[in-house]
């Protein structure tokens, strides 16, 4: 059966006092710390069985997928969520080899909390929003040059001439967008 | 020296029926809260 994965933390929380106690001291006895190993490990087995009888179970248990980009830009219905650390994100990016976010066509972050890509085919990235620190640190409000840019809080792409909000979520830092495709 | 080790203490000490079944359902609200909280903190994995 397929593990659930919040119950690991939970389980290594739970068994490591009852396996450390009686190790220490002299006050806890081994039968009931097997008791409390025996018991969690049939809750877990129950939980585990209706989890994956009952599909609804198992979204409350471990939550459902979230989409974090869809068509090269950032999606907005998980605005607000603290949760969705935008540095560590990029820093997922950057490990699969992303330079930008015009390269990605779809990014899930999977309940275990590992986030899985769909990329553009290399005549379909668009100018997108640069990712690597040296791009990504010349953010500004101020647009010095026309061209494209990319707001930096939800990746949208726009032609600007001059300092303006972004059309999709308001904010107002842009960073020069690039339009490299992925080298493989 | 090992007869002196007192082995009812160490592997059940005062454990009885009424205890065992405290101890079950500590372990089963304790877990149940264990789970609620990491759930509660929105972390993944």
Known sequence: MRQLSIFEVAIIIALGTAAGDP??????????????????LLVYRIITFFAAKYQKIENILEGVPMYIVENGKF????????????????AEMRVQGIEHIGQVRTALLETNGQVSFL???????????????????????IIAKPGLYACTHCAEVSHLTQQQACSRCKKEEWVAAINDTRVK | ?????????????????????????????????????LRSTGKRG
């Open chain 2, 1 to 37: 020296m090992m007869a002196s080790l007192d082995w009812k203490n160490i592997f059940l000490n005062d454990l009885d029926l009424t205890i065992a079944m405290e101890i079950g359902l500590r372990t089963v609200i304790m877990f149940a809260l264990v789970l609620i909280f």
């Open chain 1, 23 to 40: 190790m220490l001291s002299g006050e806890s006895a081994i039968l009931p710390s097997v008791l409390v190993f025996l018991v969690i």
């Open chain 1, 75 to 90: 999606t907005m219905n998980e605005e607000g969520d603290a949760n969705f650390a935008q540095d560590e994100f990029f």
């Open chain 1, 119 to 141: 990329f553009f085919e290399d005549e379909e990235v668009k100018p997108g929003l640069p990712i690597y620190p040296k791009l990504y640190a010349k953010k500004s409000k």
